[in-house]
């Protein structure tokens, strides 16, 4: 299938296009520094230049594409500097896109969400859950969300998923470094890089995690037609304590390198801990089993950072 990629210079999008190019035609939209970055990998990526704003560009773009996977917005903290960028990178260019790939006739459209958009996450959150985002990143995909169903919904014969993302870990493609101020990940190279562990807070509060595996599997999922429409949770149903990931961080970190890390907290953060049941059976009754292998995750991300390092384990 012809697949097309935005977003292929950022964390999730790299790996997309490492992992589809594989068995697919995949496309990405240029200039990027991906380029760069999958001229190594050999496999048939076809670069497109276009402007997100201008539809004749957006046409262009989806030509010929049967599936978009629509990975490419403005980060949380772009998004906290400006709420009138946050809603042109992650609404309005979501539109264009979308509005010219159902004039091409694409097929599928795969919106990457986030799960801010329900706001502070506690107790048990499903698709029906409420959404109420307190921050301009969730604000912002949440009108994404609404471009991609009111468009969708207009056009019979366009397949559409909106997956609400947890926080999704594990190793970048090689030389990406849009990741590493991310938790899991950045706490991995500070193992590598300082021997130690130090959190921003008192490591509390509980977090969703979706290792880069169970994410790129999910992907692959929906690009079956036969899944249905709607929005989809993408996460842990079982969550963790920033400590606890720390801690099994430290344990994977002495199983490898046999060198036991320090962990410092931040005493002086008064949050108190919160309970978290990000409810994914939607999409593991559609048929899609998680692996949940954290081990995995973490210890590749950790591989690749110390052969960056010239570390050998």
């Known amino acids: 299938m012809n697949v097309l990629v935005t977003g292929s210079g950022g964390y999730l999008g790299a790996r997309l296009v490492e992992h589809l190019s594989v068995r697919h035609k995949v496309k990405i939209i240029g200039p990027t520094l991906s380029e760069e970055l999958y001229r190594p990998l050999g496999a048939p990526i076809t670069v497109v230049n276009a402007d997100w704003s201008d539809p004749g560009g957006m046409h262009s773009a989806t030509k010929g594409i049967d599936i978009i996977i629509h990975a490419y917005g403005l980060n949380a903290s772009a998004c906290g500097l400006s709420v009138t960028k946050a809603l042109t990178f992650n609404a309005i260019h979501t539109a264009n896109l979308l509005e010219a790939g159902i004039k091409n006739g694409i097929k599928t459209f795969v919106y990457l969400s986030t799960a801010h958009v329900y ?60 990741c590493w101020d991310l938790l899991v990940n950045d ?87 919160n309970s978290i049941y990000y409810d994914c059976s939607k999409l593991k009754q559609e048929g899609f089993n998680f692996t949940n292998n954290f081990e995995k995750a973490i210890d590749e991300t950790l591989k690749l950072l110390a052969l960056e390092k010239g570390i050998v384990s």
């Open 187 to 273: 706490l991995c190279r500070q193992a590598i890089h300082s021997g130690s562990l130090r959190l921003r807070s008192n490591g509390l509060s509980s977090r969703n995690f979706l290792t880069m595996y169970d994410f790129l599997a999910a992907i692959e999922f929906f690009l079956d037609e036969r899944i249905k429409n709607g929005i989809y949770n993408l996460g842990a149903e079982e969550s963790i304590k920033v400590i606890d990931m720390a801690n099994l961080i430290a344990r994977r970190f002495e199983s490898i390198f046999g060198v036991k890390l320090e962990i410092y907290k931040n005493d002086t953060d008064n949050i108190r801990g």
């Open 119 to 178: 706001g502070e996450l506690e107790g048990c959150i499903n698709e029906e859950s409420r959404t109420n985002p307190v921050h301009p990143y969730g604000f912002s995909k949440r009108a994404g969300e609404n471009a991609v169903g009111f468009l969708a919904n207009q056009s019979e014969a366009i397949n559409y998923k909106i997956l609400r993302l947890a926080n999704v870990f594990g190793p970048p493609t090689p030389g990406n470094n849009t």
